[in-house]
């Protein structure tokens, strides 16, 4: 059977690959993850199912529970690293001990940041319709100092208000810029209007809001011919949406490179270079500190 018989037979009926069909999808998934990591298994399965693979997967979740088990397969072998394979669905919660003040200060310096965003006109936000988003986004956001919220659709109610309280009992008024990654179907595009207004009720009037969906949209889905599926007939919601796209649809380095994009752009020029020479400088002296809290230990 043929590449492209098989992927027609396979919507219609179960198709057992063969151990060399197996092989050649193992290969793309490694490809894919080497040019580009970490990723989403949901981002992954998108990229498999581009039928100008050598062995495309179907797009369904037969296709998407099979893409997922190759990922833990490849994964338990070594044949990718674990960290190759974002996932922010499963966090412990971890309680840090320290064998005393020089250990504390220095654990703390390999954790010290200069402040980014000192010297810029905005602060910054990043806030995504799912964890599997968010956690393709984490390390940038994470390199940016910016925060990053995965949302978690339209039962986020409490979540809008707490952050509306942070920011208005700072004492920081520049506006707030949030940028917002989310589905593009007849919820999706409803959510992001829904935790706009939110966020708008409970954040103070003398701070301005700017709230941008930077993905996906329409324009996105035509520029990278983004995979679709037809819209349930049964919703009745957002009629003028004919087709959906899931956010992790569009390739991770893509989405990477937007969100960079966007945020650099209201970062004061060459912040990030700066703030580089002053954390290697700070995390300097609290070494020397730690060493010499270590060393007044040992003395007494």
């Not at 296709?63 to 669905?89: F, K, N, T």
């Not at 796209?245 to 991770?252: G, I, K, S």
Request: aromatic share 8%.
């Amino acid at each position: 059977m043929s590449t492209k018989e098989f992927y027609r037979a396979s919507t219609i009926k179960r198709v057992r690959r063969t151990a060399a069909q197996v092989e050649q999808l193992d290969r793309q998934i490694i490809e894919v993850l080497r040019q580009d990591h970490p990723q989403s298994v949901r981002h992954v399965f998108y990229r498999m199912t581009d039928p100008r693979l050598p062995e495309p997967v179907e797009k369904s979740d037969r296709g998407y529970r099979h893409v997922q088990e190759r990922c833990v397969s490849l994964r338990r072998s070594g044949a990718i690293p674990y960290a190759w394979i974002a996932d922010m669905s499963r966090q412990g919660y971890h309680v840090d001990t320290f064998s005393g003040a020089s250990d504390f200060v220095e654990r703390m310096a390999g954790l010290y940041r200069s402040d980014l965003w000192a010297d810029s006109d905005y602060r910054c936000e990043v806030w995504a319709e799912s964890r599997s988003i968010a956690s393709v986004l984490l390390k940038d956001c994470q390199n940016l100092a910016v925060s990053l919220f995965p949302c978690g659709g339209f039962s986020s109610l409490s979540f809008v208000h707490e952050t509306a309280s942070q920011h208005n009992d700072s004492d920081d008024w520049r506006p707030l810029q949030i940028f917002y990654i989310g589905d593009y179907d007849p919820a999706g595009v409803l959510i992001d209007r829904s935790l706009e207004q939110e966020m708008r009720r409970h954040l103070s009037d003398d701070i301005e809001l700017r709230f941008e969906r930077i993905g996906i949209n329409l324009d996105q889905i035509e520029e990278f011919n983004l995979p679709t599926k037809p819209r349930k007939e049964s919703d009745a919601r957002s009629q003028h949406i004919a087709f959906t796209v899931e956010a992790e649809a569009m390739p991770a380095g893509i989405m990477r490179q937007i969100l960079r994009q966007k945020v650099e752009a209201l970062l004061p020029e060459n912040a990030l270079a700066v703030a580089k020479v002053a954390e290697q400088s700070e995390r300097a002296h609290l070494i020397q500190m730690a060493q010499f809290l270590y060393d007044s230990q040992r003395g007494a």
